[in-house]
């Protein structure tokens, strides 16, 4: 057994044929509305890619527990110009996990993340295919081009989040990166080789390697309804890919630590030097009390911290799946037959 993985088979010196193919993953949660019109730009898509780079595309619906129309409107898309495959998550398993499942099913080489609210243009793909086929990249990912509609509040966690995440990392996570990515043959079978239940799919993308490209873009508007991502959800898919990625948090710690450790030397020295030049040796109660909150607090805090990757800990040691497939059809554009297996995922 060797303790690294070969994907270089995928590819041939950086150039990977296009014959492998192209998988684009969307995964839907309460998507039903906006699903056939974004359906049809994916078409066009195809359409061009085939024309331009004789790529072969097919499109993989992940239905992340919905519980509107999404499911029965992506069965009766039709499989024009790409194959369409609809994964059904037995339940809302969020985000990361719809990716997960659909990076499993993905049967063609290179392999395309896009949401399922039209937020991610379909036109622009044509440029990140363009990356990866002409120009020989690995990562193709996209990162908003600027913040200037959020507030300051929002832009200022984001900072910090990233150097707290990136701190003393030798692969960083870029910053304002989307899971708008493409990813080539090789780069995807990387990904699909990291054993962790915990996902941070942003973080895995970048750690991976490879030759990454940075794409610019404006994010459109949702084509309906409001995002699943409130400050609840961004918080605690921050908490868990902070946790995942970095020390950070722990070493706060231990600098906190050395912070008071050292304030409260230099404090005893000013007691001590008080006592013996002017004599005076007041019994000092807020001091002793801020002191003691200010421990009490710090302790707590990092307990918590601890907490979280103790947490972590567990869910990777009983190892569950990371979803279960209710129903799965694949519509191939040629014979466009379906068939509906009863499949879970291992
Ligand atoms: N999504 C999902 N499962 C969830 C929440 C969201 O599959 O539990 C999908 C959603 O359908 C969309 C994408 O993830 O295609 C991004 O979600 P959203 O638009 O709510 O987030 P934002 O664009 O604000 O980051
Ligand atoms: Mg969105």
Same mark, same amino acid.
């Given at each position: 057994?060797?303790?690294?993985?070969?994907?270089?088979?995928?590819?041939?010196?950086?150039?990977?044929? #296009?014959?492998?193919?192209?998988?684009?993953?969307?995964?839907? $949660?309460?998507?039903?509305?906006?699903?056939?019109?974004?359906?049809? @730009?994916?078409?066009?898509?195809?359409?061009?890619? +085939?024309?331009?780079?004789?790529?072969?595309?097919?499109?993989?619906?992940?239905?992340?527990?919905?519980?509107?129309?999404?499911?029965?409107?992506?069965?009766?898309?039709?499989?024009?110009?790409?194959?369409?495959?609809?994964?059904?998550?037995? @339940?809302?398993?969020? +985000?990361?996990? #719809?990716?997960?499942?659909?990076?499993?099913?993905?049967?063609?080489?290179?392999?395309? $993340?896009?949401?399922?609210?039209?937020?991610?243009?379909?036109?622009?793909?044509?440029?990140?295919?363009?990356?990866?086929?002409?120009?020989?990249?690995?990562?193709?990912?996209?990162?908003? #081009?600027?913040?200037?509609?959020?507030?300051?509040? @929002?832009?200022?966690?984001?900072?910090?989040?990233?150097?707290?995440?990136?701190?003393?990392?030798? /692969?960083?996570?870029?910053?304002?990166?989307?899971?708008? @990515?493409?990813?080539?043959?090789?780069?995807?079978?990387?990904?699909?080789?990291?054993?962790?239940?915990?996902?941070?799919?942003?973080?895995?993308?970048?750690?991976?390697? $490879?030759?990454?490209?940075?794409?610019?873009?404006?994010?459109?508007?949702?084509?309906?309804?409001?995002?699943?991502?409130?400050?609840?959800?961004?918080?605690?898919?921050?908490?868990?890919?902070?946790?995942?990625?970095?020390?950070?948090?722990?070493?706060?710690?231990?600098?906190?630590?050395?912070?008071?450790?050292?304030? #409260?030397?230099?404090?005893?020295?000013?007691?001590?030097?008080?006592?013996?030049?002017?004599?005076?040796?007041?019994?000092?109660?807020?001091?002793?009390?801020?002191?003691?909150?200010?421990?009490?607090?710090?302790?707590?805090?990092?307990?918590?911290?601890?907490?979280?990757?103790?947490?972590?800990?567990?869910?990777?040691? +009983?190892?569950?799946?990371?979803? $279960?497939?209710?129903?799965?059809?694949?519509?191939?554009?040629?014979?466009?037959?379906? +068939?509906?297996? /009863?499949?879970?995922?291992?």
């Amino acid at each position: 057994m060797t303790s690294g993985v070969d994907v270089s088979n995928l590819s041939d010196g950086g150039r990977i044929p #296009a014959s492998a193919g192209l998988s684009i993953v969307v995964p839907a $949660f309460n998507e039903g509305a906006g699903l056939e019109p974004l359906h049809a @730009r994916l078409c066009n898509l195809a359409a061009t890619l +085939k024309q331009r780079y004789g790529l072969t595309c097919e499109v993989v619906y992940v239905d992340d527990g919905s519980t509107d129309t999404t499911l029965s409107v992506a069965r009766n898309l039709a499989a024009n110009a790409l194959d369409v495959q609809v994964v059904s998550l037995s @339940r809302n398993f969020g +985000k990361e996990a #719809a990716l997960m499942a659909g990076l499993d099913h993905a049967r063609r080489g290179a392999v395309l $993340f896009m949401d399922g609210d039209g937020q991610h243009a379909p036109e622009l793909v044509e440029k990140l295919v363009g990356h990866w086929i002409d120009d020989g990249y690995d990562v193709v990912y996209t990162a908003k #081009a600027h913040r200037d509609n959020e507030s300051f509040l @929002r832009r200022l966690s984001v900072r910090t989040f990233y150097s707290l995440i990136n701190w003393g990392s030798r /692969q960083k996570i870029p910053e304002d990166a989307g899971d708008f @990515r493409l990813l080539s043959p090789r780069a995807a079978a990387a990904l699909r080789q990291l054993p962790e239940r915990n996902r941070f799919f942003k973080g895995l993308a970048s750690w991976i390697g $490879f030759r990454q490209i940075r794409v610019d873009y404006e994010p459109e508007a949702r084509a309906h309804g409001v995002t699943t991502f409130n400050i609840s959800r961004l918080l605690g898919l921050s908490i868990e890919g902070l946790t995942s990625f970095s020390v950070a948090p722990l070493r706060v710690a231990s600098l906190l630590g050395l912070l008071l450790a050292f304030v #409260a030397f230099l404090f005893g020295l000013s007691i001590l030097w008080e006592t013996v030049v002017s004599g005076k040796s007041v019994p000092g109660y807020p001091s002793l009390v801020v002191g003691l909150m200010t421990l009490g607090g710090v302790q707590l805090i990092m307990i918590g911290v601890m907490g979280e990757y103790i947490g972590k800990i567990l869910s990777e040691i +009983k190892a569950r799946p990371i979803y $279960f497939v209710a129903e799965h059809s694949v519509k191939t554009a040629e014979t466009a037959v379906a +068939k509906t297996p /009863q499949t879970v995922a291992e």
